[in-house]
């Protein structure tokens, strides 16, 4: 009886939450997925027309560009975000004075809005004003265009994305170096190792779930990169930065495709699963435990 009533006490705490959230995550899922088998501009009736707006996807060539911009950015934001991540966190792994406050300042960025990044980003790259082109200027070198160069777009976004997004693979690295015992690096230390090799040999092996989690992690927000191309270039210049996420925002916002834009979510979330499911796959024949 006791057990039973500990049981309902829990429930009704957590009960309306957990109701909240699968109404915010279910719900739209499974409308998304209907109106994915529609045709609907949100003001007329709906009319079924089964998967032909996952055929319709095949032959478009919007989304095609919009698929290499994304695996693009994908390309560079991932490996650089973990790599540097995990550059960073060594470098804060010491006992040095002010090290709180070097800590802090890597991770203020993860905190900043999407809305702020891309502010800064304006003020940074401006063709005519931006703090980027001062520099350049000054050290005698032709002035760049950045954010209105079709070829250097995308490069910039990941560059900012990058200096706001690392601090999270950051923080995921120092909890692991802090929770590698010290001696087993003494010991390898004293067996003669260098320190680079003492890195190699106990450090890493003890970091490869971690590596795998965190570039799982990035994967998927690199994926879904929407917010800092909104407030900065809005998908131009040409279409160039125009990723997946903002096309079918497009879609479904701006042309009332409704139907379509949800089918395109529902091939980006096909795409984000098969995506994990073969890193996990892999990091379990691996016999890496990341999750």
């Known amino acids: 009886m006791n057990g039973l009533r500990r049981a309902g006490t829990g429930w009704a705490f957590i009960g309306p939450s957990s109701l909240i959230i699968l109404g915010l995550s279910v719900f739209p899922a499974g409308w998304a997925w209907i109106l994915s088998q529609q045709r609907w501009n949100g003001f007329s009736r709906p009319r079924n027309i089964g998967w032909a707006n996952y055929r319709a996807m095949a032959d478009d060539e919007a989304l095609r560009a919009a698929v290499l911009h994304t695996a693009f950015y994908t390309a560079l934001f991932v490996p650089a ?3 540097g991540g995990l550059f960073i966190a060594v470098a804060l792994n ?17 905190v900043a809005s999407a809305t702020a990044v891309g502010i800064l980003s304006n003020y940074l790259f401006d063709p005519q004003f931006g703090f980027a082109n001062s520099v350049i200027r ?13 070829r250097q777009a995308m490069v910039v976004i990941a560059v900012m994305t990058l200096w706001s997004g690392l601090a999270f693979t950051v923080v995921v690295y120092l909890a692991a170096l802090q929770d590698i015992p010290a001696d087993l690096v003494e010991a390898a230390t004293v067996d003669g190792a260098s320190r680079l ?20 992690w990035q994967l998927i927000g690199a994926l879904q990169l929407f917010d800092v191309v909104y407030t900065t270039t809005r ?5 160039a930065t125009q990723t997946i996420v903002y096309f079918l925002w497009e879609q ?3 042309q009332l495709r409704f139907g379509y834009g949800s089918a395109v979510a529902y091939g980006l979330f096909a795409l984000t699963l098969a995506i994990t499911l073969v890193m996990l796959g892999y ?9």
Do not use: M, N
Not at 94 to 110: A, E, H, L, S
Not at 283 to 291: C, E, N, P
């Open 252 to 254: 479904a916002f701006k």
């Open 81 to 83: 975000s973990v790599l």
């Open 94 to 110: 010491r006992r040095i004075r002010f090290i709180g406050f070097y800590r802090t300042c890597i991770f203020v960025p993860f």
């Open 138 to 150: 000054t050290l005698g070198l032709p002035a760049q265009k950045f954010l209105e160069d079709p």
């Open 235 to 239: 998908g131009g210049p040409l279409d």
């Open 197 to 216: 090799q003492a890195f190699r040999y106990v450090v890493w092996p003890q970091l490869t779930p971690v590596t795998v989690f965190s570039g799982i």
């Open 283 to 291: 990091s379990r024949l691996a016999k890496v435990r990341a999750f």
